[in-house]
């Protein structure tokens, strides 16, 4: 995994990994017991499906713990003048002539239809450490790409709403 995450994300997965323990845990043994007293388990689809249920919450709280025990802390602060994690970058693309704005995340919080990209993706590779008025190389295969030029950082550090993305 390794997946490179900041001390936010790392307390939101914790947070997410309590909350399956705590609730969605109880609740799941609870659906089970009660599809298991209404007989005959053979042709029982309540027990199978609460089963099932039960083992996808087990399995989505491995993977967190696994992925924070693989992260890489990384941290989330940059200069003003430069793009960095959680800064909001305003991009001229000029084959187009269109502008774009995009926020960079870590990969967990990656939501392209939200406007908010990896630093792991080409583009966030691109805009990673930049300044207003760099055009750089958005590299997508071996040479191939095209440049951007970045308009506008603006920082916006708060990423209290940003959800952990589901695998």
Known sequence: MYDKLTKSDIKKIQDEIDHRKLVVRKEAIEAVKEARSYGDLSENFEYYAAKRDKNRNESRI?????????AEVI?????????????????????????????????VRGNSLKGMISID???????????????????????????????????????????????
């Open 75 to 107: 941290d989330d602060s940059s200069s003003d003048d430069e793009a960095g994690i959680n800064n909001t970058v305003t991009v001229y693309f000029e084959e187009d002539d269109e502008t774009e704005v995009y926020r960079l995340v870590t990969t």
């Open 121 to 167: 993706s080409p583009m966030g590779k691109a805009l990673i450490g930049h300044k207003v008025g760099d055009r750089v190389f958005v590299e997508l295969d071996k040479g191939d790409g095209y440049y951007v030029v970045i308009k506008a950082i603006e920082n916006t550090s708060d990423d209290s709403n940003d959800e952990i993305r589901k695998y």
């Open 62 to 70: 491995r993977y967190l713990e696994k992925m924070i025990k693989t």
